[in-house]
């Protein structure tokens, strides 16, 4: 439910500088035809040969990930030839509750194939890709962070609170904001932790345009859910209408610290043009994702110089846990696996590649330009760790960059 995000991130999608080449814009045209008459094969074949050609282009990204979504949720409306397996284990030592568990293993391997399964992972699996391969795929990245990052957190929201929730939806959808922002109150005052309602009282305001009431709701649901991007992404919204443009940009900022997303990048270049300032930071991007740097049993298949990151991982592979924080290794001090295979990556490398991140070094915020400028999904625990250890390392780096 991102009621104004979504319309600003489909106007910087368009901006991409693939847009005007004719092609694409057939292909994309095409594409959003049989996306429009549910023929999502035709959609997907008709954009994954474009991207093949050209990986950087955004827009198309963020339509390939639209047209999987859609697979998957086929996928899961039609019938399962494994949803009604049963699976029972003998064996001759009589042993239940480990012919159960073996059982449940066998049943776990079977659900990870099934149709609807499959087709989720592939479309997670195309938006990591997304995510490495583009800076201008807005919309992956969003989707991405939605299935993969939030969770919900409204479970022990009474019923009373969802039916007046329920109405205010409604009114909000007729463009009555006045009416939908008393019953969101409403909803409120029933159960003050309830999040969704809380983030869309603000919504009311902002589309009433009352905009320093949308920034106390606002404000307010920051306070509450201080873990959830919706909150400051909209506020900094606010700040923006409301022509405090600051506080817009520390908005943004510390939206990034929760979730750094490209929307919210762009954004922060935006509003750094409101109050005088230049930003602009260029990643780079990568020719595989990072969990695969991760997976592979041989280096060969990489070129240089991403077979130095490669290796950089593999060299640690030892002294690394789940989230790929680097503990009790003789072979680094740094803390991030994803920082030290850049280190490593960038001593290998030509002086004429990484020009960015060499300068990044250089100043002190490789560290920031790695895990903020050049963040993937696949490192997002990582991110979050950085983050909690480095108060006021994000916004440090990005006032640092600014002209």
């Not at 568990?101 to 776990?108: D, F, H, K, T």
Request: overall charge negative; glycine content about 2%; hydrophobic content about 40%.
């Amino acid at each position: 439910m991102l009621k104004h995000v979504l319309l600003a991130a489909l106007l910087l999608t368009t901006l991409s500088p693939f847009a005007q080449d004719v092609n694409f814009e057939k292909v994309a045209k095409k594409a959003e035809k049989y996306l429009a008459k549910g023929k999502f094969d035709k959609a997907d074949k008709k954009l994954t040969k474009a991207l093949d050609e050209a990986p950087y282009w955004g827009a198309g990204w963020d339509l390939l990930s639209e047209v999987r979504l859609n697979q998957w949720q086929q996928a899961r409306q039609e019938d399962n030839p494994l949803a009604n397996l049963s699976i029972t284990v003998s064996s001759k030592d009589g042993d239940q509750e480990k012919n159960d568990s073996m059982a449940q293993s066998v049943m776990q391997l079977f659900q990870n194939f099934s149709p609807d399964k499959m087709a989720y992972n592939k479309a997670i699996y195309t938006m990591r890709e997304a995510q490495a391969n583009s800076k201008t795929a807005y919309m992956s990245v969003v989707y991405l962070r939605s299935y993969e990052v939030d969770k919900s957190i409204d479970t022990a929201v009474p019923d009373e609170a969802w039916i007046l929730f329920n109405k205010a939806e409604q009114e909000f959808q007729r463009k009555n904001y006045n009416k939908s922002a008393t019953l969101y109150q409403q909803a409120v005052e029933v159960y003050p932790q309830f999040y969704k309602a809380s983030l869309y009282l603000g919504d009311s305001y902002y589309f009433l345009e009352f905009y320093k009431e949308a920034i106390i709701k606002f404000s307010e649901a920051v306070e509450k859910f201080p873990n959830q991007l919706e909150p400051r992404k909209y506020l900094s919204d606010a700040y923006k209408e409301a022509e405090m443009y600051e506080l817009a940009l520390d908005a943004a900022i510390s939206a990034l610290e929760v979730y750094p997303d490209l929307i919210l990048q762009a954004k922060v270049a935006t509003l750094a043009r409101y109050v005088d300032k230049h930003y602009k930071v260029v990643g780079v991007n990568r020719p595989l994702l990072p969990e695969e740097a991760w997976e592979t049993e041989s280096t060969d298949k990489f070129s240089e110089p991403w077979k130095w990151y490669v290796i950089a991982l593999q060299n640690i592979k030892d002294c690394v846990d789940d989230n790929g924080i680097i503990t009790d290794c003789n072979k680094t001090a740094i803390r991030y696996s994803e920082l030290y295979a850049w280190e490593e990556m960038l001593k290998h490398a030509s002086p004429t590649e990484f020009l960015e991140a060499r300068a990044m070094q250089e100043s002190g915020y490789l560290d920031c330009y790695v895990m903020l400028t050049n963040f993937h999904q696949d490192f997002y625990s990582q991110y979050v760790d950085f983050v909690k250890h480095n108060p006021g390392r994000i916004k440090e780096y990005i006032a640092a960059q600014m002209k």
